[in-house]
């Protein structure tokens, strides 16, 4: 597995480049066998198709697959690894079958589900994309009672736990944070920490000032803002009230990174207007079309807060791209 970055590494492997003769032996060898110490079974008619990629960082490793029908069996043998991680599986968007401990589970799109790394277990993954994460056992210990009572148990997508856990997990993902040496741990901590509540099937979180919570809270907040920002009401009044917070634990979420509610939401709009201004067909809309479009009501409003953020009027934008074209 090659190396990055201190304490940090990544592993990648595809069999897109491998004649169709090879890919099963090649998957199974260097993929199962070294990487994941898993036997690999395919189950597809069709040729193998697979992609993984796996980061590895202390205290924390991911693995994405994308590929055709398979079966991962880490069996009695694997186990001399000495991995006792506790892996939590995302099925999305097709399914997975999972076997540990005498139970079979069914997983669905948006499901997840706690495993031991430590004892044998059969993953049935069915088309669509898998991910999956595995923390040190001796870090959820620290945080749940009786881990092993917490395993095989679907987590379900709906709790509020389980939801700010995956909106945070894929905004550092996406930020690519963990290749970064002074977030690094404390994303790490963070991970733990909302894993832990996830598992623990944890009741409503409230308007904590746990760290993990704090943050993942904060994320999802902002993915509500990227989504909705163009919606012409929208307020910290509405985005609160769809996250089961106060309008004023919002504000203080939005301030812990240096940012107002409303200077947040302006950004997104001017920087939408920016680049409907600039599109080649941009002459064909009206500018007061594009301030209604990215939600401003006020068009008076608009010229002023894009002139000070990007130097000119949009209409002093517009003139200047016809110029240089």
């Known amino acids: 597995m090659p190396t990055d970055a201190a304490h940090s590494a990544s592993y990648r492997f595809s069999t897109r480049d491998l004649p169709e003769r090879i890919r099963i032996p090649a998957w199974r060898e260097h993929f199962g066998r070294c990487v994941v110490h898993a036997d690999i079974e395919p189950l597809s008619d069709i040729p193998l198709q697979a992609d993984a990629s796996l980061q590895a960082v202390q205290g924390l490793r991911t693995l994405a697959l994308k590929g055709t029908s398979m079966r991962f069996m880490r069996l009695q043998a694997d186990l001399a690894d000495g991995d006792d991680s506790v892996g939590v599986i995302f099925c999305a968007p097709g399914r997975s079958q999972l076997s540990q401990r005498g139970r079979d589970v069914e997983l669905r799109a948006g499901d997840a589900i706690a495993i031991l790394h430590s004892e044998p277990a059969r993953v049935t993954y069915v088309d669509g994309l898998q991910f999956g994460l595995a923390v040190p056992r001796e870090a959820l210990e620290q945080r749940v009672a009786n881990v092993e009572s917490l395993v095989m148990r679907p987590i379900g997508h709906r709790t509020e736990a389980f939801r700010l856990f995956a909106v945070y997990l894929r905004s550092v993902l996406k930020a690519r944070a963990l290749t970064v040496p002074r977030l690094r741990h404390t994303v790490v901590t963070h991970i733990h920490d909302l894993v832990a509540l996830a598992i623990g099937e944890c009741p409503a979180l409230g308007e904590s000032s746990a760290s993990a919570v704090v943050a993942a809270r904060h994320d999802a907040a902002l993915d509500y803002i990227t989504i909705h920002f163009q ?95």
């Open 231 to 325: 919606e012409p009401g929208l307020s910290v009044q509405t985005v609160a009230r769809c996250q089961g917070i106060s309008p004023r634990y919002l504000q203080r979420l939005m301030a812990s990174s240096g940012t107002s509610f409303t200077e947040r939401l302006n950004e997104l709009r001017l920087q939408r207007a920016l680049e409907l201004l600039t599109e080649s067909h941009a002459g064909r809309q009206r500018i007061s079309d594009i301030a209604l479009a990215v939600g401003f009501s006020d068009v008076s409003h608009f010229n002023r807060l894009f002139r000070t953020r990007f130097g000119d009027s949009p209409r002093g934008v517009r003139l200047a791209r016809k110029a240089a074209h």
